[in-house]
């Protein structure tokens, strides 16, 4: 059996040039028996790039643009990239018209959203409260629980209903999109993971497992069943 290859996007090009990625995306696909490929925003070859892979992750990144979904920006939304955008919205409609396995990543589960006609809270603080920090400021990680669903898949592959988790964002998810159903929340009940009925191939989470997958089993198993239904599509 061939090794699955497994896309991720990376972010926009920054203006030095470069482009990057947190190297913990790729460690998790490898530990899980993948083999990773960077996707670049702009990509125009879609068509040939899905005949060579397995499956593609949606990482996290800088904000999606609110004019996306609504017409007001917000002062807290920060690096937008139009091209990336659109570029993963694009990405994410074939992949779910050609049935391609989709693993979705904190700012992966809002361009899913939103992608499918969904909205987002620009700040969650602004919406919901701050009770519950989903990022230390300025702009870095921090742990919470996230409670799922004990009869989902999620809960079936993560190996329990509460879950600890590296949250990394102030943007969520606030219309739900068509077609999708809400299996987990974090203690204010931020939409925290959301599945598609019939679609086992599809994983769309709001925390960063990347980010403690190689020190928490329940975290790495989404990377390990990722690539092994990535794995059937050969």
Known sequence: MATPLIGITTYHKDERGYIQLPAQ????????GGIPLLIQPGETRLDELFTLLDGIILSGGGDVDPTLYTEENHEEVYWVNQDRDEFEVMLTKQSLDSDMPLFCICRGLQILNVALGGTLIPHIPDAVSD???????????????VSINADSRLAEIMGGAIVNTASWHHQ??????????VVGHAPDGVIEAVEMPNRPNLIAVQWHP??????????QRLFDEFVALSTKQK
């Open 131 to 145: 009770a519950v920090p989903h990022r230390q400021p300025p702009r870095d990680p921090i742990l919470h629980e």
């Open 210 to 219: 990347e980010l403690t997958a190689h020190e928490d089993v329940s975290q």
């Open 25 to 32: 995306y790729a460690d998790a696909v490898r530990r899980a």
């Open 172 to 181: 969520s998810i606030e219309r739900l999109a068509e077609g999708l159903t």
